[in-house]
């Protein structure tokens, strides 16, 4: 049987086929993402372009699930899709010109599928890791072990939401800085109340930004499904890039021209959550909702 899972983030819209599912996992026949950028204009509402690119993309993904021959179809639409005043007219017509029907999850839903996701990837043991999903619009904190979900919370500081709000100059200014981390200090307290709980073997990073980094930081993988860095050498690549220009982060080799825009703020994320943390070691996990939302289908297939 062949399984194809749809993520429709904010930023990047994110197909997966697999096969072969059951108790022993799963055979991964097909993976592609595609920047949309649906925040392009704002999160409340999906603007022309984005939307057409959604629309386009989509159409794209449905072609090829038709020619792998898959059936049996799950989409999730995240934070863009949960906000904005047009996405259930974007889910309208995409189930229109697909047939693919999208469903728009809540954060919890998505937190749970992430860690889900990331276990699968990576090696946790019963010491709690702190897991970080950075969308283009919310950010998933997940607290959990190899076994249990401690804690989990979505929060509206998506990369695009943080660079359309804070990230006006080109560089971003010391003040602009410093008012991110304040919004940041204020919106995340329900986080920083659970944090001085726990004591963290591991960030575990999910999603675009973690994998810039893990092109730029890690020459050998440990495992096709996750790397391991260390904070202190993330903080030189903070330190070398927080203050370029637009131009300057787009003839990096290793930032893509779709992650160059919003690069410094999800970097300034990621050190905010270090300081707070004090963590040494981050894990950058291959896996994320995608792959939790295939591990729904293994848990059917073992009660079957």
Known sequence: MKVAV??????TFHLLIVESINQNGFTEVYRERL???????????IGSAPYKRALN??????EVISEHEVTNVTALGTAALRTASNGPQLITDIKEKTDIQIQAITGDEEARLICQGTRLAVPMTEEPVLIMDIGGGSVEFIIANNTKQFWAQSFPVGVAVLFNQFH????ISKE?????????TETLSPLIEQLDKYNFQALVGASGTFDVLEN???????????????TVDFKTVLDQWQYTNLEERLAHVDIPNNRAELIVVAFILIDYI???TGIETIWISRFAMKEGII??????????
Do not use: W
Not at 35 to 45: D, P
Not at 57 to 62: G, I, P, R, V
Not at 176 to 184: D, K, M, P, Q
């Open 168 to 171: 006006k100059s080109d560089p």
């Open 57 to 62: 993309a989509m159409l794209h993904f449905s």
């Open 274 to 276: 270090t300081q707070l």
């Open 6 to 11: 749809i993520d429709i983030g904010t930023n």
């Open 295 to 304: 591990v729904d289908h293994l848990k059917l297939e073992t009660e079957q």
């Open 176 to 184: 602009e800085v410093s008012t991110l981390t304040g919004f940041l």
């Open 216 to 230: 730029i930081l890690v020459n050998e993988k440990q495992s096709p499904d996750y790397s391991s860095i260390q």
């Open 35 to 45: 920047f949309i950028n649906l925040a392009e204009n704002g999160i409340q509402t």
